[in-house]
C-alpha cells in the first residue's frame, strides 16, 4: 500500500465520519471538524493498545522457556552427553543432590599427541568425589591420581538449570521446525542477544522442547534424556583418597 493508497483511504474514512456526523444535523464544517477529531483519537487510542499489548504480552517462546525452567525446577533426574572430535562429557544428575560425570580430552598435535586425560567427579552424601586418569602415548599406560575427596556441594541439581527468566529478558526467541533427538520429538526454539547484530557477532543458541513435558531434549550441542528415570549414584569404590578439606 503506497501514499496514494493511504490517502485514499483515510478519505473515505473521513467522508464517512462527516455524512455519519450530519444525521446530527450538524453544519458541515463542524461535522468535519469532529469527524478528524474522532479519527485522529481513535488512530492514537489503537496505536497505544497496539504498543501496550506488544510490550507485555509474552510471546510464545517466552512462554515455552519460562515454561520449561519451571519443569526442569520440578524434575528429579536426568542423563546428558556432548561429544566432539577431541572431546566428550557424560553426566547423570539425581536430585536434590546427587550427580555423577565423565570428562575425556584428547590432545591431537604437538609433543603430547595422543595424550588421552579422563576426569571422574562424583558428588553424592555431601561429598565430591574427583579423580584423573591419563594415558600416555610413549609408554602405552595409563596413571591415575586416585579418588580425592571434599567437602561436597549441596544444591547439585539447582546449580545445573539455566537461567531462561534472564535469558528471556535480553533475548529475542523464535520458533522452529521441529527434530528427532534419541527418538523423541522436540520444538527448535532460537534465541538470539538483543544486542547481537550491533555488536556484530552471532550468538544464537537453539533450545529444542519437547511439547510434551516441556523438558529440553537437546541445547545446542548437548543432548539430555532418561528425564525422571531412577538414577542411582553410589560413592566410588575409593581404594587410594587424597583428602582435602
Not at 541439581?157 to 528471556?168: E, K, S, T, Y
Amino acid at each position: 500500500m503506497d501514499s496514494h493508497d493511504i490517502s485514499e483511504w483515510y478519505g473515505r474514512l473521513l467522508s464517512f465520519g462527516v455524512r455519519f456526523l450530519s444525521l446530527f444535523r450538524l453544519p458541515r464544517t463542524v461535522s468535519a471538524y469532529w469527524a478528524v477529531l474522532f479519527f485522529r483519537l481513535l488512530f492514537a487510542t489503537l496505536g497505544i493498545a497496539f504498543l501496550l499489548w506488544w510490550g507485555f504480552t509474552p510471546r510464545s517462546g517466552d512462554r515455552e522457556l519460562r515454561r520449561s525452567q519451571q519443569a526442569w525446577r520440578s524434575a528429579t533426574s536426568w542423563r546428558s552427553v556432548h561429544s566432539s572430535d577431541l572431546s566428550s562429557q557424560e553426566e547423570e544428575v539425581s536430585c536434590p543432590s546427587a550427580a555423577r560425570s565423565t570428562w575425556k580430552d584428547q590432545v591431537a598435535e604437538g609433543a603430547q599427541q595422543g595424550l588421552i586425560s579422563i576426569k571422574h567427579n562424583v558428588d553424592v552424601g555431601g561429598k565430591h568425589y574427583s579423580m584423573w586418569r591419563v594415558f600416555w602415548p610413549a609408554s602405552g599406560s595409563w596413571t591415575s591420581s586416585g579418588w580425592e575427596v571434599t567437602s561436597g556441594r549441596v544444591a547439585v541439581c539447582a546449580q545445573r538449570i539455566p537461567d531462561w527468566d534472564h535469558l528471556v529478558r535480553t533475548s529475542i526467541v523464535t520458533r522452529g521446525e521441529t527434530e528427532v533427538v534419541r527418538g523423541e520429538t522436540c520444538r527448535v526454539w532460537k534465541v538470539r542477544g538483543a544486542l547481537s547484530s550491533q555488536r556484530g557477532v552471532n550468538d544464537e543458541q537453539e533450545i529444542c522442547i519437547s511439547e510434551h513435558d516441556h523438558l529440553p531434549r537437546r541445547i545446542n550441542g548437548v543432548i539430555y534424556y532418561d528425564w525422571n528415570q531412577p538414577i542411582a549414584i553410589a560413592p566410588p569404590d575409593v581404594h587410594v583418597v587424597n583428602s582435602a578439606q
